[in-house]
């Protein structure tokens, strides 16, 4: 059974950076295409970044400029580096990757990142 997870949430105070990571547990999985999502405390859960199979990326505005998406096919991963961290980025933030040849999407189980001083 695909399992994913999710690695590298922490606390920070505001500025900082966090790197996160996605990928399989267990079996080494290709990741050809995933998007990042988070949710905060009683909204609901949105899309941060994607990146697609060919690489293209996508990011949601209030990210643009200091979030980045990327992935390492080689190690099965998808990265989301999280620069100039601000308090309205707390939230547990979710993989969702498409995995294997017919691209199914599976998601992990998240990670809380909290920003506050």
């Known amino acids: 059974q695909v399992q994913v997870v999710e690695s590298g949430g922490g606390s920070v105070q505001p500025g900082g950076s966090l790197r996160l990571s996605c990928a399989t547990s267990?079996?080494?999985?290709?990741?050809?295409?995933a998007g990042w999502y988070r949710q905060a405390p009683g909204k609901q859960r949105e899309l941060v970044a994607a990146?697609?199979?060919?690489?293209?990326?996508d990011y949601a505005d209030s990210v643009k400029g200091r979030f980045t998406i990327s992935k390492d096919n080689a190690k099965g991963t998808v990265y989301l580096q999280m620069d100039t961290l601000k308090p309205e980025d707390t939230a547990v933030y979710y993989c969702k990757a498409k995995i294997g040849i017919y691209e199914l999407d599976y998601w992990g189980q998240g990670t809380q990142v909290t920003v506050s001083s």
């Open positions: 267990g079996r080494l999985y290709s990741i050809p295409a």
């Open positions: 990146i697609s199979k060919d690489g293209n990326t």
